[in-house]
């Protein structure tokens, strides 16, 4: 009863906090005059507000610091983030007040103190006078009598810094700010994240996730809010004053409002500015991480792997010289939509280290440097390069100007040099930094390692005979050496060729010279390139002057290794299928690994089937023969040839088209061959192209067959809908393809799933009977699948009845985001869909 009646009081309150009526307010609380709920401060010039806050409108009050009169509850800073005041019926007020030994002092109306503005109590002085003032800054300084500051805001940031703010990031070595974000909009208690300089270098911010680093910025090798790269026109300094180091930005005069905000819930960083338009907060640029799914975060890409964040989607890729070990720890949080880019535990080395002073070192560009290294002033670039060569555990060193990008720093430029693994490298725009890693002796030419040794101190004459002498030397050595290994491997791979293919017998395939691919490519001109992927370049080239090949050029730091080259080779020499793509040869060169296939002028399925542009060409007899030519070329790879092949795979830019458009199944790098008797396999390394993975795969690895019918449901539906199952945003409602088709199947709503350049001219008994055998394949019990014959037969005998396909569940549930994305709206879209399917 008490409460009921109390409540009306307590809404009048928050009302009247959170009305702007004429009354003017005052800037100033004095010890005569404490601040109540319903009161508040306003800056002279009305841009901050101080009073009291309740984020769910519950009796629960929070004192904060927000932009006055915005659309949106703008909070900058507040006081008693984990001790709010909670409103009891009965006697007294919560108030904010200086006390009498200079104090700010919030209280609840039970007198209890929640917060002071200093934990040390300071002896009483009772002299009295002192006055708190809000400023336009958004600072509330707090003065005594004589004018000194006692106190401000401005020296206790929580997870908003306001332009000209000076934050103390450090001092005498021990970390003196800490900016913790809000757990959520509503909720100012500490979220798991902190964010922090890191005391051993004075040189990067770290963000830690629990006592995990999150991501980390550093101050002199990426443009950032701490070197003037915010953007909105801000400028940055961080100055190290020797005790302190610093951090402060300013916008121009007459900017829009501007913050740097540590974002509630997500530990995202990023400088914002107003928007009086649309009243509404936009990245001015600077944000970190790029997306809390991408190879941003702390160390990604593993040891020697760099997040590159100069592709559209941030990749994880291995410096020259190293080769990726592929992983499935799909917790690193690296997948894009389409795409499971980390599963990449990090970098190899193509040959071991043995340290020699003469260890070439390859030069990587625009990096961001790698975490853990050990700084040291007062060096010129040759002293810091010769520190690192002559040291065997000195794995790479950088040679960085820091007073061009950060301010004041104590040196005008360092010395960078680590030792062991290098960690969270990233590859980044412009302002990156030149990287020299360490490779073994044997990878570079003499040419380049000549240039390291400081023949300066030889006389020249004889510097030069040394060098010609040496020259030679090592190129006749090296030219032997390559011969005999080419000869090896050619050998190796001619014998390994025979014993897979016991008969020995009639293998259209030829060993293609070095020499000729560069005739036939133009040496690998960038006009005849026909496409990109993660394993390499694909070219167009003409061999002997006439015929058409494509020729697929394996990229040294990419996954596919001598084993899956070997794969790849040793399978399809050995099939035979008009829906298989031929492969006319290889090459194997010392520093380069080549397939020659067949050359197919239609590209591939995806180059038409996902381009408003294009979709038409591919009408629905078409889509259909292309529909039946994947299935038989799977029925083939599964149960025809001589073994049983699962690709792996299969999605539509590994399907092409030859000039009837007839598909033709591509990409065998990943395939697994088996014998009869073993029908599935695990394997603790999953690879292949998110989306079109079956969810036992994606879970435990385990793959069959059932993996590849899954795969082909996919493709099937995206042929249908032409939609890709990696772009679920295009679909409203439904979280996914899968999910979509079958609710629409379900309701007998097909013709609304049908990709609506066909829906006029399609029969769509034929399409229901597809997006049907779609649905069987897509199926999350393997076992339920059909085999590949089975939809061979049931695609071709149209009055076959045909099972009814069980609901999907697991991807309807799972988040195809790793991390929760702190975003509102993707949050939003997800609960819509799982209650879209949940109501049904
Ligand atoms: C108030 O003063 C601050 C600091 O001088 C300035 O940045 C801001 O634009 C001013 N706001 C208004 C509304 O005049
Ligand atoms: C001003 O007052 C503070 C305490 O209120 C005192 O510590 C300080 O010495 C005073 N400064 C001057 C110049 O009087
Ligand atoms: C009021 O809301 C805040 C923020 O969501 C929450 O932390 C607090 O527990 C709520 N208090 C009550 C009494 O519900
Ligand atoms: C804050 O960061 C430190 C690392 O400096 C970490 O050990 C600690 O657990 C973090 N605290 C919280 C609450 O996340
Ligand atoms: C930066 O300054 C220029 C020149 O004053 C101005 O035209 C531009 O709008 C400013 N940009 C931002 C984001 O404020
Ligand atoms: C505000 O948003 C509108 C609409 O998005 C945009 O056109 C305008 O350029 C923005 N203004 C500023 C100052 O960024
Ligand atoms: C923003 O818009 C409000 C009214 O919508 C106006 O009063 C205010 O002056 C504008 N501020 C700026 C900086 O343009
Ligand atoms: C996967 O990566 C995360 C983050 O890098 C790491 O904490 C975890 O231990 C790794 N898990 C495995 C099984 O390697
Ligand atoms: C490394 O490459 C960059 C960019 O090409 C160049 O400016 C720099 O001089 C190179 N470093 C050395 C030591 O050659
Ligand atoms: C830096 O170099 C100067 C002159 O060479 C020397 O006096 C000084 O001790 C050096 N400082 C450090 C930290 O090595
Ligand atoms: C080589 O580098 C390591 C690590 O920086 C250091 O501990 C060691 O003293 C160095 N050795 C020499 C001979 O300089
Ligand atoms: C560092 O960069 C600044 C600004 O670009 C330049 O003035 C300075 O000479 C550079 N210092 C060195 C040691 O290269």
């Given at each position: 009863m008490e409460e009921m009646a109390l409540l009306p009081v307590f809404m009048l309150l928050l009302f009247s906090s959170s009305c702007h009526c004429q009354s003017s307010h005052d800037d100033q609380l004095t010890q005569a005059k404490p601040l109540s709920p319903g009161d508040m401060l306003v800056s002279k010039n009305g841009s901050f507000a101080l009073d009291f806050y309740s984020p769910d409108n519950n009796n629960t009050l929070y004192m904060v610091i927000r932009y006055n009169n915005m659309a949106e509850h703008s909070p900058v800073w507040i006081a008693n983030r984990v001790s709010p005041i909670t409103m009891t019926p009965g006697g007294g007020s919560a108030k904010l007040a200086i006390t009498n030994n200079q104090q700010l002092a919030?209280?609840?109306?039970?007198?209890?103190?929640?917060?002071?503005?200093?934990?040390?109590?300071?002896?009483?002085?009772?002299?009295?006078?002192?006055?708190?003032?809000?400023?336009?800054?958004?600072?509330?300084?707090?003065?005594?009598?004589?004018?000194t500051v006692i106190w401000q805001s401005f020296d206790h940031p929580t997870a908003t810094i306001l332009p000209s703010m000076k934050v103390v990031l450090s001092h005498n070595g021990q970390v003196a700010t800490r900016l913790v974000p809000w757990k959520s909009i509503n909720d100012p208690s500490p979220a798991d994240f902190n964010g922090s300089i890191d005391p051993n270098s004075n040189l990067q911010f770290f963000v830690w996730r629990g006592a995990q680093p999150y991501f980390r910025i550093t101050f002199f090798s990426e443009t950032s809010v701490f070197n003037g790269g915010g953007g909105a026109n801000s400028t940055s300094v961080v100055v190290d004053t020797g005790d302190d180091v610093y951090f402060r930005y300013t916008v121009p005069d007459g900017s829009p409002y501007t913050r740097v905000l540590f974002g509630p819930q997500s530990g995202t960083m990023s400088l914002q500015t107003w928007n009086n338009s649309t009243s509404q907060w936009t990245i001015a640029g600077f944000q970190r991480p790029i997306s809390s799914s991408s190879c941003d975060l702390y160390a990604s890409c593993g040891p020697f792997g760099y997040c590159d964040t100069t592709e559209a989607t941030p990749?994880?890729?291995?410096?020259?010289?190293?080769?990726?070990?592929?992983?499935?720890?799909?917790?690193?949080?690296?997948?894009?939509?389409?795409?499971?880019?980390?599963?990449?535990?990090?970098?190899?080395?193509?040959?071991?280290?043995?340290?020699?002073?003469?260890?070439?070192?390859?030069?990587?560009?625009?990096?961001?440097?790698?975490?853990?290294?050990?700084?040291?002033?007062?060096?010129?670039?040759?002293?810091?390069?010769?520190?690192?060569?002559?040291?065997?555990?000195?794995?790479?060193?950088?040679?960085?100007?820091?007073?061009?990008?950060?301010?004041?720093?104590?040196?005008?430029?360092?010395?960078?040099?680590?030792?062991?693994?290098?960690?969270?490298?990233?590859?980044?725009?412009?302002?990156?930094?030149?990287?020299?890693?360490?490779?073994?002796?044997?990878?570079?030419?003499?040419?380049?390692?000549?240039?390291r040794t400081s023949l300066k101190i030889l006389l020249p004459v004889v510097a030069c005979l040394l060098l010609l002498a040496s020259v030679a030397l090592f190129w006749t050595c090296k030219y032997k050496g390559k011969q005999q290994k080419k000869k090896t491997e050619k050998r190796e791979m001619q014998e390994y060729l025979r014993s897979m293919n016991e008969a020995g017998d009639n293998l259209e395939f030829s060993f293609i010279s070095f020499e000729e691919i560069v005739a036939a490519t133009d040496n690998f001109s960038d006009?005849?390139?026909?496409?990109?992927?993660?394993?390499?370049?694909?070219?167009?080239?003409?061999?002997?002057?006439?015929?058409?090949?494509?020729?697929?050029?394996?990229?040294?730091?990419?996954?596919?290794?001598?084993?899956?080259?070997?794969?790849?080779?040793?399978?399809?020499?050995?099939?035979?299928?008009?829906?298989?793509?031929?492969?006319?040869?290889?090459?194997?060169?010392?520093?380069?690994?080549?397939?020659?296939?067949?050359?197919?002028?239609?590209?591939?399925?995806?180059?038409?089937?996902?381009?408003?542009?294009?979709?038409?060409?591919?009408?629905?007899?078409?889509?259909?023969?292309?529909?039946?030519?994947?299935?038989?070329?799977?029925?083939?790879?599964?149960?025809?040839?001589?073994?049983?092949?699962?690709?792996?795979?299969?999605?539509?830019?590994?399907?092409?088209?030859?000039?009837?458009?007839?598909?033709?199944?591509?990409?065998?790098?990943?395939?697994?061959?088996?014998?009869?008797?073993?029908?599935?396999?695990?394997?603790?390394?999953?690879?292949?192209?998110?989306?079109?993975?079956?969810?036992?795969?994606?879970?435990?690895?385990?793959?069959?067959?059932?993996?590849?019918?899954?795969?082909?449901?996919?493709?099937?539906?995206?042929?249908?809908?032409?939609?890709?199952?990696?772009?679920?945003?295009?679909?409203?409602?439904?979280?996914?393809?899968?999910?979509?088709?079958?609710?629409?199947?379900?309701?007998?709503?097909?013709?609304?799933?049908?990709?609506?350049?066909?829906?006029?001219?399609?029969?769509?008994?034929?399409?229901?009977?597809?997006?049907?055998?779609?649905?069987?394949?897509?199926?999350?019990?393997?076992?339920?699948?059909?085999?590949?014959?089975?939809?061979?037969?049931?695609?071709?005998?149209?009055?076959?009845?045909?099972?009814?396909?069980?609901?999907?569940?697991?991807?309807?549930?799972?988040?195809?985001?790793?991390?929760?994305?702190?975003?509102?709206?993707?949050?939003?879209?997800?609960?819509?869909?799982?209650?879209?399917?949940?109501?049904?």
């Open positions: 919030l209280s609840d109306s039970n007198g209890q103190t929640l917060w002071t503005s200093s934990t040390t109590t300071v002896s009483t002085t009772t002299g009295g006078g002192a006055v708190a003032v809000l400023l336009d800054s958004g600072n509330f300084v707090l003065r005594s009598a004589n004018g990749v994880c890729r291995c410096p020259d010289g190293f080769d990726r070990i592929d992983g499935n720890n799909v917790s690193r949080g690296c997948r894009t939509n389409e795409e499971l880019i980390c599963g990449m535990d990090g970098c190899r080395r193509n040959e071991e280290l043995i340290c020699g002073m003469e260890d070439p070192f390859v030069n990587l560009t625009g990096m961001r440097v790698p975490d853990k290294f050990l700084h040291i002033g007062n060096r010129s670039f040759d002293e810091c390069a010769a520190e690192c060569s002559t040291n065997c555990s000195c794995t790479a060193y950088a040679y960085v100007n820091m007073s061009s990008a950060a301010g004041t720093l104590a040196y005008a430029s360092g010395c960078l040099l680590w030792t062991g693994d290098l960690l969270d490298m990233g590859k980044v725009e412009s302002s990156g930094q030149n990287l020299y890693l360490r490779l073994a002796g044997s990878q570079v030419s003499v040419a380049a390692r000549y240039k006009s005849r390139l026909l496409g990109k992927g993660g394993f390499g370049k694909v070219y167009k080239g003409v061999l002997q002057g006439a015929k058409e090949v494509a020729i697929k050029r394996l990229s040294k730091g990419s996954g596919q290794g001598t084993e899956e080259f070997r794969n790849e080779v040793v399978l399809i020499a050995n099939l035979q299928h008009k829906n298989l793509v031929k492969l006319l040869g290889c090459c194997i060169h010392p520093d380069d690994k080549l397939l020659v296939y067949e050359y197919l002028p239609n590209k591939s399925l995806d180059y038409f089937l996902f381009v408003s542009t294009r979709k038409h060409v591919l009408q629905w007899p078409e889509r259909f023969k292309i529909i039946q030519g994947i299935a038989r070329g799977i029925q083939y790879l599964h149960q025809d040839s001589r073994l049983t092949i699962i690709h792996r795979d299969l999605k539509a830019s590994n399907i092409l088209l030859d000039r009837e458009m007839s598909p033709k199944i591509s990409d065998f790098g990943m395939a697994k061959i088996f014998n009869g008797s073993q029908p599935e396999a695990n394997t603790n390394r999953v690879v292949g192209t998110y989306g079109y993975m079956s969810p036992e795969y994606v879970m435990g690895g385990a793959f069959s067959v059932k993996s590849d019918i899954y795969s082909f449901g996919v493709l099937l539906l995206e042929i249908v809908s032409g939609l890709r199952i990696s772009s679920p945003h295009l679909i409203e409602e439904f979280s996914n393809l899968i999910i979509y088709a079958w609710n629409l199947w379900k309701d007998g709503k097909i013709e609304d799933f049908v990709d609506s350049s066909l829906r006029e001219t399609c029969p769509l008994d034929e399409v229901a009977r597809c997006i049907h055998i779609g649905l069987l394949c897509v199926q999350d019990n393997p076992n339920r699948r059909p085999l590949m014959s089975t939809v061979v037969f049931m695609l071709e005998n149209k009055t076959t009845p045909l099972s009814t396909p069980m609901q999907p569940v697991y991807f309807a549930c799972s988040d195809p985001q790793p991390e929760k994305a702190d975003d509102n709206k993707e949050l939003s879209i997800n609960d819509m869909s799982l209650t879209a399917v949940e109501g049904r």
